[in-house]
């Protein structure tokens, strides 16, 4: 079983920048593709950002894209999300996931989950 444990999560001011991490243990996180996904209040699961397997294709949701830069670092086992230009519109639980069943931004792909990590990003 793969467990991951995201962390991070802050209240940041509206345009500044978060560094989220997700770490892996159990299993190797190589060979498993990996996405961030978040929970706005009243709202639904989004995917924001994924990057495949190999690391070679990324994927981010129309929202983020330019702002955010999914990737990681395979000896520390650990994946990141790097969130700069923050809007308040970014406030949410984000949920690292992994999945060995393919890639890109649907949920249901997605077989292991973190417990989330809160981002509020308010002045």
């Known amino acids: 079983q793969l467990q991951l444990v995201e962390s991070g999560g802050d209240l940041v001011q509206p345009g500044g920048s978060l560094r989220l991490s997700c770490a892996a243990s159990?299993?190797?996180?190589?060979?498993?593709?990996i996405g961030w996904f978040r929970q706005a209040p009243g709202k639904g699961r989004e995917g924001v950002a994924a990057?495949?397997?190999?690391?070679?294709?990324?994927f981010y949701a129309a929202s983020v894209r330019g702002r955010f830069t999914i990737f990681r670092d395979s000896a520390k086992n650990t994946a990141y999300l790097e969130m700069n230009n923050l809007k308040p519109e970014d406030t949410g639980i984000y949920y690292c996931a992994a999945t060995n069943l393919g890639d890109g931004l649907g949920a249901h792909i997605y077989k292991y989950w973190g417990q989330g990590t809160q981002v509020t990003v308010s002045s």
């Open positions: 990057l495949s397997s190999n690391n070679l294709f990324d």
């Open positions: 159990g299993l190797a996180f190589d060979g498993f593709a």
